[in-house]
């Protein structure tokens, strides 16, 4: 399902690709800044696989111009699913509208065909970052403050009330 259209800097659920190679590429990235200081800010999507939104799945599988009939069968394979519980004669279920099934063998490909474009937004806007299937590690670089810009400036930080956009005059 990559065609080419797979993001390089997805490393979960890739023939090839490892925990050693998105460790790798991170350190490469850091030390082939010119920058004098990197910040790594790491994410991890609590409940990603079961939280998936199917329309953006097909959404995203439109904008890649999947071939309609890859398109049907991936929105059959997704619709009308349900999960159902049994215990002391008891069934109860209950009818499932998101997630990629961990352990199918397209939950995998449907979780990267999400992530791909939130990678390359990030790149295509000069960030760096690095995903290990949920897991993201975000890069942000730059150089120290020079004298006299060593204190910090921001809304709340340094200004008083009045300079700030959501304070008033004391």
Not at 70 to 93: F, H, K
Request: hydrophobic share 40%; charged share 25%.
């Amino acid at each position: 399902m990559d065609n080419g259209h797979a993001s390089q800097r997805q490393f979960g659920f890739r023939a090839g690709r490892s925990t050693a190679d998105v460790i790798e590429l991170a350190r490469s990235i850091v030390s082939g800044s010119n920058e004098s200081l990197a910040f790594g800010v790491l994410f991890d999507d609590t409940g990603a696989f079961d939280n998936l939104r199917w329309n953006s799945v097909l959404e995203e599988l439109g904008r890649r111009r999947c071939l309609g009939n890859l398109w049907q069968l991936i929105a059959n394979y997704i619709d009308d699913r349900s999960v159902a519980l049994a215990c002391e004669g008891i069934r109860v279920s209950k009818k499932v509208r998101k997630g990629a099934r961990q352990g199918s063998i397209l939950g995998l490909d449907l979780w990267n065909i999400c992530m791909d474009p939130v990678l390359r937004e990030v790149q295509d806007r000069g960030g760096e970052i690095v995903a290990y299937a949920d897991d993201l590690l975000l890069i942000v670089m730059g150089g120290m403050r020079g004298p006299g810009q060593a204190g910090m400036r921001g809304p709340g930080v340094g200004h008083d009330k009045s300079d700030s956009p959501v304070g008033g005059s004391s």
